[in-house]
């Protein structure tokens, strides 16, 4: 590889944030042709390494070659005018307007919309993203976004490119069909740095990787000739904690949902068609499916949050909860955990203690009065509980990592032993070791008798804690799936919607 | 280049000493604003700081401004904290004093000397009436509170001056558009004899503690506060946001109409056009100043009515218009945000 | 029938300041940023251009210093709210207080003078056919322009990459930066023209239609032009149609007192505002119709 002059090569790249050193003397190079893998947990400070490429941040130190020539990338722009084009995470797309429009503005100059859409249909064939330029953003399926983000960069004909975790919205159909165009760019020459945490990706896509670990690389390889094993022992420093739990007989349904149809609240939203599922007591069941397919929606019918249902379309067996307020609910027994921890799983700028008060009542108020006492003591008992890292119990909630206000969210619910919990997302972004100690707090708890459902966007968390499965696409719910028969495979062409049930069928 | 970062944890010292770096801001400013109106700084700060302090007289002067703007700065903190933009505290205590004015009028000379009370409740009720629509808009008809808050301050500033020059003007008032004077049992017991200041002080002070209770204890206190801080937070606990509405718009509505009825029944003792300086709008400052807390709204309250007497002095010492009272109220507030920034933020070399 | 047509010439005198100030706030908002200054910086600007007409003896010397006094003005809110990420709608307020309190303090020099430009122009030829002429062409030429003006930045924000940027960042600040647009500057620059405008609007106010200048004489028009930018949804030629919409609410009163109708002047002088709340309260109810414009960013602060 030395006689070839790296397209891009950083060395000793250092930056640091308040509290924080985000990137340690960082080192990385990519060759043309490369697809080159940047792999490490949430916070460890890939982004922070692209937003320094892509110009968005400036380095503490260290410097970059672009094609052996010493460059300062002081902006988004110069970065585009050198070359890299970068494909964002959270899509840089503006909703009300159109295709074309959208791609008009990253262009520098003024191409005719009529030309611009021509060339927008033209590149989409020849790597296979067909996009109809005139569609307004807001109308496009997540896949399709990508696409036109996609486009918008090809467009700009770059020589890198940077995928920012391409595939966390995507099926793995989708997934695959997005690996050729990839293999094709990379064929003509275009050097791709393709980041993410998912280290089978890494393995199929990439021929080199760099590992990062709190900032720092802890390794560079060649993932084929990795195992998943050694490439998370670099990315974590240790082999991933398991949940445990044996297969085990259910008890009666407790939680069941029928046939429930309901129009979305936002214009955004999706509507559900249909929907029915039940969990039984000692059972945890799991949703999966690419986010924004309706679990949103669903999960607020069945927290209470929005309380249009129809009262017996859901219900905690015996009793209809479906018109139910939040309250009501709580008090039979249902328990919820939002996907948003800072600002709707609990106040940020508000105590732990204060934060309690969320869902908790009995014994911590007097006369309408909150006892201080009592709301520290609670507080207390689920740092201790959960192994919760804070400041103490008045500490804000904002002040709390990720994982850590994640434990005391799902503490504050389990202390109350829920007869029935429903979790969204239980470890986005939250560290491996908080990760497998909420998967086994849930897990006993289903071990204690209560019906549990997760919904979650990660099959491989869904396949180890749950007992079955339903999959959501396009506001349609599939049929149950024990999960010891079901396969990727399967579970995948469900969230790409084929084999869904038509509500005719599920109605009758 | 200087450039804003954003801090890893809001700085608790810089939210209360931002209110003191305003201060001193405002201060700054005020002496560059004498010395470009060639006036003695020193005077002209003596006015607005010493002068209103150094007897009786303008102590209890201070204290009687202070009734309405604490206790439209104490609503309007409420409101505030459950982010409810309430900006018609003007039209509520406006609204308070008419009502608590046409009961005021009702009363004759043998009526029980507790028909102030009377008063009082009118006025209550009046401003809660004024609040409430509002309240009933926003919860209703989703319509921005701001904005209708706002237009009923003008609403109520017009009732009033037909009321004076019309159905209520005092047939012998030489046509001046005022009512009728009050009789005495309808007016606020005095509390210091020799001055102006009434008993409404000690009404202030007992709501600022009874609201810093309901802030700072009661659940009620903080489901308001969970809906206005993070509503997706109150929607998930299931408190409801229209309780936010309507109980941080009326009890902001009955302080407001108390302080109309403290007003009109304390130290006018009639209805006038003018009879209140804009002290709804400048509660708005009080409050921000004072945190949204109620010991804070105290302490504002306190340098708002410096302000204010300073430029009713400076109009009689020094001859500049009473004016220049609105221009450091403004320039308090902008500089109180400026300062603000840094709690969220610090500046770094970039 | 020549009674109709000066109420109309009236009603589309009176809706010109809130025209005016409407377009600017529009071009504000579709940025992404609330501005509510803009009554302090349309009574900075009365007093301000008052005071440059008075002295110059210019009306459009007068007009152009209230535009520059408002943009001026506005820059102090793009300080704070663009610059200091404080909050808009504090900010705005702030900036009302301040720009009454310093107007009025400012003005008191001009209290009961008065300027004498020419309110009306004919338009030879046309000014004389009859009814229409009355109506529609015997008018300042600030009517006239604040039409134009709407028709131009209609169509700066519907052609142009100027208004494409625009809309861009006002919904979604965070994907402009992203691709490389300077999202302040783009706000500062919308911020400045509503400033603009809003002066425009004020001095127009002091120098032809009042013509006078009295302490707090914008009297919530500034609040208004606020409501009618929601009410017309963020569209251009709405903002046209509520400004006259409400140009005539405010003849309203004339009209009546001029019939010898026996209503306290008081009470008819809350019908703009009444009219307001109505429209407010109607317009709100459903709040898709509000949002199908709304800039998605409006009022969110934004720190790169």
């Keep these: 590889m030395t006689d070839i002059v790296p397209r891009l090569d950083l060395k000793g790249i250092s930056k640091r944030y308040p509290g924080v050193l985000a990137n340690d003397n960082v080192s990385l190079s990519v060759a043309p042709g490369e697809i080159h893998g940047l792999i490490g947990e949430n916070g460890a400070g890939k982004s922070t390494l692209m937003k320094i490429v892509y110009g968005a941040a400036r380095a503490d130190s260290g410097e970059m070659r672009w094609n052996g020539e010493r460059v300062q990338v002081a902006s988004p722009a110069q970065a585009r005018k050198l070359g890299i084009g970068m494909v964002f995470q959270n899509f840089s797309l503006f909703d009300t307007l159109t295709v074309v429009e959208n791609v008009a503005l990253a262009l520098p100059g003024s191409t005719p919309r009529a030309q611009l859409a021509q060339d927008i249909e033209a590149m989409g064939r020849r790597y296979g993203l067909p996009v109809d330029p005139g569609q307004h953003v807001y109308s496009l399926s997540v896949g399709e976004r990508q696409r036109v983000e996609i486009i918008r960069c090809l467009l700009q004909q770059p020589s890198l490119l940077i995928m920012d975790e391409p595939t966390s919205v995507l099926t793995p159909q989708a997934v695959e069909k997005l690996f050729v165009t990839l293999h094709q760019l990379s064929a003509e020459g275009v050097a791709i740095l393709y980041i993410s945490h998912k280290l089978e990706e890494v393995r199929s896509i990439c021929s080199r990787a760099t590992v990062l670990r709190g900032g720092k690389v802890t390794g560079v390889c060649d993932p084929r000739a990795e195992t998943i094993a050694s490439l998370s022992r670099l990315m974590i420093g240790a082999e991933p904690p398991r949940a445990t739990g044996e297969a085990r007989t259910a008890g009666d349904p407790l939680l069941v949902i029928d046939r429930l149809s309901m129009p979305p609240l936002e214009r955004t939203g999706k509507t559900l068609h249909s929907i029915s599922l039940s969990v039984c007591k000692g059972e945890v069941v799991g949703i999966a499916g690419v986010s924004g397919n309706g679990q949103n929606e669903l999960l607020a019918l069945i927290s209470g949050e929005d309380a249009r249902a129809p009262a017996a379309s859901i219900r905690i067996v015996p009793t209809d909860i479906g018109a139910l307020p939040v309250v009501a609910r709580r008090a039979l027994g249902l328990a919820f955990v939002p996907e948003e921890r800072l600002g709707r799983g609990a106040v940020p700028l508000m105590g732990l203690d204060l934060n309690t008060l969320l869902t908790h009542d009995k014994g911590l108020t007097r006369h309408g009065l909150i006892s201080r006492d009592a709301i520290t003591r609670l507080a207390h008992r689920i740092i201790d509980e959960f192994e919760v890292k804070a400041a103490g119990t008045a500490a804000p909630a904002k002040s709390l990592s990720g994982g850590n206000l994640q434990k005391f969210i799902v503490g504050r619910e389990l202390v109350k032993n829920p007869q029935v919990l429903v979790v969204s997302q239980p470890t986005w972004g939250v560290d491996v070791g908080a990760a497998s100690q909420i998967r086994q707090a849930i897990v006993a708890l289903r071990d204690a008798g209560s019906a549990v459902l997760v919904v979650s966007e990660e099959l491989e968390e869904l396949f180890e804690i749950c007992d079955a499965l339903y999959v959501i696409a396009n506001g349609r719910l599939s049929a149950r799936i024990a999960t010891r028969d079901a396969t990727v495979a399967q579970i995948g062409e469900l969230m790409g919607g084929s084999g869904m049930p038509e509500a005719e069928h599920a109605a009758a | ?350 | 029938m020549e009674q109709l047509a000066a109420l109309i010439a009236a009603t589309l005198s009176a809706g010109t300041p809130l025209l005016l100030a409407g377009i600017g706030l529009l071009i504000n908002e579709r940025s992404g940023v609330v501005n509510l200054g803009a009554e302090g910086m349309m009574l900075i600007a009365a007093a301000a251009g008052f005071a440059v007409g008075f002295h110059s003896g210019s009306a459009t010397a007068g007009l152009l210093a209230g535009a520059a006094a408002g943009a001026l003005f506005s820059l102090l809110f793009s300080a704070l709210a663009i610059g200091l990420v404080t909050n808009q709608y504090a900010t705005g307020l702030a900036l009302t207080l301040f720009g009454a309190g310093l107007s009025a303090f400012a003005g008191l020099a001009y209290v009961g003078k008065s300027v004498p430009f020419k309110t009306t122009f004919e338009i030879p030829g046309l000014a004389d056919i009859p009814f229409l002429g009355t109506a529609f062409f015997k008018l300042h030429p600030m009517v006239y322009l604040a039409l134009l003006l709407t028709g131009v930045v209609a169509w700066v924000l519907a052609r142009t990459r100027l208004g494409l940027t625009l809309r861009a960042v006002g919904e979604s600040p965070e994907s402009a930066h992203a691709i490389g647009f300077p999202v302040r500057g783009i706000r500062v620059g919308a911020v400045a023209f509503g400033g603009a405008c809003c002066g425009l609007a004020g001095a127009y106010l002091s120098l032809i239609y009042t013509p006078l200048w009295v302490e707090g004489m914008v009297a919530g028009r500034g609040w208004i032009a606020l409501a009618l930018v929601t009410f017309a949804t963020w569209r251009p030629w709405r903002v046209a149609l509520g400004a006259y919409l409400f140009g005539s609410v405010t003849m309203i009163q004339f009209a009546l007192q001029a019939e010898g109708i026996e209503i306290a002047s008081q009470l008819l002088s809350m019908l703009p505002y009444l009219a307001t709340i109505v429209v407010l309260a109607l317009i709100s109810r459903n709040p898709a119709f509000i949002r199908i414009n709304m800039p998605a960013s409006l009022g969110k602060p934004f720190h790169p």
């Design chain 2, 1 to 350: 280049m200087l450039r804003l970062e954003a801090r890893p944890a809001p700085s608790t010292l810089m939210r209360y000493t931002a209110p003191l770096i305003a201060l001193a801001i405002t201060v700054v400013f005020g002496t560059f604003l004498f010395l470009a109106l060639g006036k003695s700084p020193l005077a002209g700060l003596k006015v607005f700081f010493i002068t209103p302090l150094d007897n009786l007289r303008g102590v209890s002067e201070v204290a009687l401004k202070m009734i309405p703007l604490l206790l439209c700065s104490l609503g309007l903190a409420i409101c505030y904290r459950s982010n409810i933009w309430n900006i018609g505290a003007e039209g509520q205590l406006v609204v308070g004093g008419i009502t608590a004015g046409g009961v005021a009028l009702l009363a004759s000379p043998d009526s029980a000397r507790a028909y102030f009370l009377l008063v009082l409740l009118a006025g209550i009720l009046g401003g809660m009436a004024w609040a409430s629509i509002t309240a009933f808009l926003r919860d209703r008809f989703n319509a921005n509170e701001i904005l209708v808050s706002l237009m009923l301050s003008y609403v109520g500033g017009l009732l009033l001056l037909y009321l004076v020059n019309g159905p209520w003007k005092d047939p012998k008032g030489f046509n001046f558009p005022y009512s009728k004077t009050f009789e005495a049992v309808a007016m606020v017991p005095k509390l210091l004899p020799g001055t102006r200041l009434t008993w409404g002080i000690v009404i202030a002070l007992l709501a600022l503690i009874a609201v810093w209770i309901f802030v700072a204890r009661s659940k009620a206190g903080f489901r308001l506060q969970v809906t206005g801080h993070a509503p997706l937070a109150a929607r998930f606990a299931g408190f409801s946001a229209r309780e936010g509405i309507w109980v941080s718009l009326l009890i902001s509505g009955a302080l407001a109409g108390l302080a109309g009825a403290l007003e009109v029944a304390g130290p006018l003792g009639q209805l006038t056009p003018q009879f209140s300086t804009g002290y709804g709008f400048a509660a708005i400052i009080v409050a921000w100043l004072g945190r949204l807390h109620p010991g804070g709204c105290l302490f504002a309250a306190f340098i708002m009515a410096l302000i204010y007497i300073g430029g009713e002095l400076s109009q009689s010492r020094l001859g500049l218009p009473a004016a220049i009272t609105g221009v450091f109220q403004g320039m308090l507030l902008l500089s109180l945000l400026t300062a603000d920034t840094f709690i969220h933020y610090r500046l770094r070399r970039s």
